[in-house]
């Protein structure tokens, strides 16, 4: 059977990133699946980051390795600002979330970010992910081979997003991508500060739209898009603002996508003009909206677990319903969700 193309869309979410890891893991064990490209942000950079490496060294089981290496790392960092105090044996990531909401050292740490600023710290600021991206082999990350990978920052100054590729991709572009500035100090590049990519594109599409790569993109969503209940408590209603926010540049452009899709079929454009693309979703709102930012910001072992078996599954869910649509047509009913 001929492999099936695809380009990765890897959002954002700290923690939650390791649902991606799961999804990835799952992707990897499947030999019909060719990964042609990969945008991330945030946590999906280093997610995407540490895949291309690993494949670029030993193909599948050189990806899977790193990313196990990955969020081994993450899970065992300890900070002030990404407290990874409270690992254990709770039953459930829903209660592991409240726990951790009510808990006095979260709501400590939580009170800080927000009356300290990181640039309070002088000369002794460091920022946590450091030692972890410094342990990337970056020949590799921009090797030529292997997926093409794109990196996403937002300008501090403009406002605008920044895509980093290539020889572009190092250790301070990856800070950038997941530099929320509550929390760290901007990081700059030649000359230019950075905050958090998520802000402008999580994950940008547009670098998927090259003609040379296929039409299918396949997006890892780990912020709810929909949340049923108005939300009342001050943790609650922050924790919908994090998510709108970091929804919002996703949704603009799968609304862009749609419009190319309607002028498509109604002929107003040529299809030479412009590229059909198949969207397509992995993700588990479900679990997802038993979570909040406080479980986004606590990297422990058990919650990273929990969040890479429910991606192992959703991928598998994905891959039993629409692995015969890949390279044929989307599944993420875009006019629905826009009409």
């Known amino acids: 059977m001929a492999q099936k193309r695809i ?18 893991d799952r992707l990897l064990d499947d030999d019909r699946i060719e990964v042609a490209a990969i945008s991330g942000t945030s946590a999906g950079a280093l997610n995407g980051a540490a895949f291309k ?21 993450m899970g065992a960092v300890q900070d002030m600002r990404m407290p990874a105090w409270m690992a254990g044996t709770l039953p459930l990531p829903g209660i592991m979330n409240a726990a951790l909401e009510n808990s006095i050292p979260f709501t400590m740490a939580d009170t800080m ?7 309070a710290y002088g000369p002794f600021y460091s920022n946590p992910l450091m030692r972890i991206v410094d342990t990337f082999q970056y020949d590799k990350v921009c090797a ?37 500035p509550t929390l760290f100090q901007a990081v700059e590049i030649d000359g230019v500060a950075y905050w958090d990519g998520g802000y402008t594109g ?6 998927l739209f090259d003609a040379s790569l296929p039409s ?25 603002i994090n998510e709108i926010s970091f929804n919002s540049s996703l949704l603009r452009e799968l609304r862009a996508i749609n419009f190319v899709h309607r002028l498509l079929d109604a002929g107003s454009v040529n299809d030479d003009a412009m590229k059909r693309v198949f969207v397509h979703m992995i993700s588990d709102d479900t679990l ?7 479980t986004k910001l606590v990297p422990t072992p058990y919650l990273l677990g929990q969040l890479k078996q429910a991606g192992r599954n959703s991928a598998s869910t994905f891959l039993d319903a629409h692995f015969d649509d890949l390279n044929n047509q989307g599944t993420t009913d875009l006019e629905t969700m826009f009409g």
């Open 7 to 24: 380009n990765l869309a890897l959002q954002g979410g700290g923690a939650h990133g390791a649902f991606t890891w799961g999804v990835l």
């Open 216 to 240: 299918d993109i396949v997006v890892v969503n780990i912020n709810p898009l929909v949340r049923d209940e108005i939300p009342r408590s001050p943790q609650d209603i922050q924790n919908r």
């Open 202 to 207: 999580n994950p940008a599409l547009f670098p």
């Open 144 to 180: 030529n081979q292997g997926p093409v990978l794109s990196v996403g920052a937002t300008n501090v100054h403009t406002g605008k997003i920044k895509i980093f590729t290539g020889d572009e991709i190092g250790t301070d572009s990856l800070l950038a991508s997941a530099c929320l």
């Open 113 to 119: 970010s927000r009356l300290v600023s990181p640039y």
């Open 53 to 73: 490496s690993g494949w670029v060294e030993n193909g599948r089981d050189g990806a899977r390795a790193n990313l196990d290496t990955l969020w081994e790392h």
């Open 288 to 294: 997802m909206r038993d979570l909040s930012v406080a």
